[in-house]
C-alpha cells in the first residue's frame, strides 16, 4: 500500500532513540525526506546512520538538527533551521522524553517549571514555528503522546498534568486550520518496547523489592496481549496517521497500547 509520503518532507523531535526514532524510520522508508531532531549531537548523528543502514532511503534523506526541548532559543533555531534545511515541511511529529515518575507529594516547583518547557511549551513552540510552512500547501501534525495521559496514575503527576493539555493542543489546531489542510492528531504509545519502558521496569522492580521480569509479568498482566510491542509497529501507525492516506483523520487519537486502554468511548 503506498500511503504517499514519497518526497513529502518531515520533521522529528526528540528522535535519537525509542519512539521517535522509530517513527523517522518509517517515515523514511515511505520516501520521506526526514530531519529527526534531539539534543545530543553525537546520539542524533549514529540514529541518521541507523535509519539510513534500516531503509533503502538515499543517504541525503535523513538529517539532523540538534534541538534541546528544554531550551526555547534551541527549540526555536532548530525547528526553523530543519524547516530552511528541507526547504518547506509536510509533517511535523511532536515527541518529548519522559519526565521523572513521581507522586504529587514529591513535586518541587523546579520539576513543574522543567515539565512544562520540556513537555507542553517546546511542542506548542514547535508547532506555532512550524505552521505557515504546513499551511503552504497542506500537511500533518502528529503528537507522540502517551496513552496513560488518558487514565492518570498517582505516580505520574508531571505527565498527568502536562500531556493532557497536548491532547486539547491538538484538537484546537485540528479545529483553526482544517482549511488550511493541516490535520492534527494524536497517537498514543503505551507498552512499547524501548529504553524508557526498560527503565521503567527497573524503578518498578526496585521499588517493590521484585526482578526486573517479575515487574514485567505485572505490566503485562494489564494487557489482552502477551508482549510488550515493538517500535516499528508504533512506526507504521504514526507514519501512516501523518501521511496523505489518513486525509480524513484529525483531531483523533490513535492509542497503540496492546489494548490496555478498554474504555469503548
Known amino acids: ?48 546512520d541507523d535509519i539510513r543502514d534500516g531503509t533503502d532511503c538515499a543517504a541525503d534523506a535523513v538529517d539532523y538538527v540538534v534541538c534541546d526541548l528544554d531550551d526555547p532559543e534551541s527549540v526555536e533555531a532548530g525547528t526553523t533551521d530543519a524547516i530552511d534545511e528541507l526547504g518547506g515541511l509536510d509533517v511535523l511529529v511532536t515527541n518529548h522524553g519522559g519526565p521523572s515518575t513521581v507522586p504529587f507529594e514529591d513535586l518541587t516547583m523546579s520539576d513543574v517549571d522543567a515539565g512544562y518547557q520540556g513537555i507542553l511549551r517546546s511542542t506548542v513552540q514547535a508547532c506555532e514555528i512550524a505552521l505557515p510552512a504546513l499551511r503552504d500547501g497542506g500537511g500533518a501534525i502528529t503528537h507522540l503522546v502517551a496513552v496513560s495521559a488518558l487514565e492518570p496514575g498517582p505516580r505520574s503527576a508531571l505527565c498527568n498534568v502536562f500531556r493532557p493539555a497536548i491532547y486539547g493542543l491538538s484538537k484546537t489546531l485540528a479545529e483553526s486550520y482544517g482549511d488550511d489542510g493541516v490535520r492534527s492528531n494524536c497517537v498514543g504509545p503505551k507498552g512499547i518496547a524501548s529504553d ?43 507514519a501512516f496517521v501523518s501521511s496523505p492516506a489518513a486525509d480524513y483523520v484529525t483531531g483523533s487519537h490513535v492509542p497503540v497500547d496492546g489494548g490496555w486502554h478498554r474504555h469503548a468511548f
Open 1 to 48: 500500500m503506498d500511503i504517499g509520503l514519497a518526497d513529502s518532507r518531515a520533521l522529528v523531535l526528540a528522535a535519537s532513540s525509542g519512539i521517535g526514532k522509530a517513527v523517522a524510520t518509517e517515515l523514511a522508508r515511505e520516501g520521506a525526506e526526514v530531519v529527526i531532531a534531539a539534543r545530543d549531537e553525537t546520539r542524533l548523528a549514529g540514529a541518521v
Open 196 to 238: 524508557r519502558i526498560e527503565n521503567k521496569l527497573r524503578e518498578r522492580a526496585e521499588r517493590e523489592g521484585i526482578t526486573r521480569d517479575e515487574a514485567l509479568e505485572q505490566r503485562l498482566a494489564d494487557l489482552p496481549v502477551e508482549d510488550l510491542g515493538d517500535p516499528e509497529t508504533f512506526g507504521r501507525v504514526a
